[in-house]
């Protein structure tokens, strides 16, 4: 199966290469902004005995971007080689610890669930959820997002449309059904007419 090739903008695909050129993986591993450590609580149960660890001592975690879309991520201190050493199928590096100057896109539209969202009211009396979901690109997005994030509200409000639409198909059917009918007994009206003058 043959890959697409990924489209860039010539000028974030020139920002990315002299990024990672101007320093080596070692400098990058040695310059890596620290992230915040996650917080973890162990706690394990043997012969009725409970220990609980608070505390952990770990590499640390510092943050990588993608050069080509400035997103960032958390990486463990000890993985962070590793995670430099990534490359695009053009051969290029893909991550860095240096934050790019790029700027991201993104969207405008906002995930139904939103406390803007004009059915607001009605999403409220059905006891949904808000979701402070605002960037989304695509109504395509929007329509995964509320799949995947919103599995049972989705089912609700799709649920809903669905049931208009059949009401607004069975309305339709119902008006045609009338029209043929009126048609047909003016058409009838006029037949025996025309026999009773002939």
Same mark, same amino acid.
């Given at each position: 199966?043959?890959?697409?090739?990924?489209?860039?903008?010539?000028?974030?695909?020139?920002?990315?290469?002299?990024?990672?050129?101007?320093?080596?993986?070692?400098?990058?591993?040695?310059?890596?902004?620290?992230?915040?450590?996650?917080?973890?609580?162990?706690?394990?149960?043997?012969?009725?005995?409970?220990?609980?660890?608070?505390?952990?001592?770990?590499?640390?975690?510092?943050?990588?971007?993608?050069?080509?879309?400035?997103?960032?991520?958390?990486?463990?201190?000890?993985?962070?080689?590793?995670? #430099?050493?990534?490359?695009?199928?053009?051969?290029?590096?893909?991550?860095?610890?240096?934050?790019?100057? #790029?700027?991201?896109?993104?969207?405008? #539209?906002?995930?139904? #669930?939103?406390?803007?969202?004009?059915?607001?009211?009605?999403?409220?009396?059905?006891?949904?959820?808000?979701?402070?979901?605002?960037?989304?690109?695509?109504?395509?997005?929007?329509?995964?997002?509320?799949?995947?994030?919103?599995?049972?509200?989705?089912?609700?409000?799709?649920?809903?449309?669905?049931?208009?639409?059949?009401?607004?198909?069975?309305?339709?059917?119902?008006?045609?059904?009338?029209?043929?009918?009126?048609?047909?007994?003016?058409?009838?009206?006029?037949?025996?007419?025309?026999?009773?003058?002939?």
């Amino acid at each position: 199966m043959e890959a697409r090739p990924e489209y860039v903008r010539p000028a974030v695909q020139e920002g990315a290469q002299k990024l990672t050129e101007k320093q080596s993986i070692h400098e990058q591993l040695r310059d890596a902004q620290a992230a915040e450590e996650p917080k973890v609580v162990v706690s394990s149960s043997m012969a009725g005995v409970t220990m609980n660890a608070t505390e952990l001592q770990s590499a640390g975690y510092v943050y990588v971007y993608d050069n080509r879309t400035g997103d960032r991520s958390v990486v463990n201190r000890n993985m962070l080689e590793q995670q #430099l050493q990534k490359r695009r199928e053009d051969g290029t590096y893909a991550f860095t610890t240096q934050k790019p100057e #790029l700027e991201r896109e993104y969207g405008y #539209l906002k995930c139904l #669930l939103h406390k803007d969202d004009p059915n607001r009211k009605l999403y409220d009396r059905m006891g949904l959820a808000i979701c402070t979901k605002d960037n989304l690109t695509a109504s395509h997005d929007l329509r995964v997002h509320m799949e995947k994030r919103h599995r049972r509200e989705w089912a609700t409000i799709d649920g809903e449309r669905i049931e208009e639409e059949r009401k607004r198909a069975r309305d339709n059917e119902n008006n045609l059904a009338d029209a043929i009918r009126l048609l047909a007994e003016r058409d009838s009206s006029q037949n025996t007419r025309g026999k009773s003058n002939g």
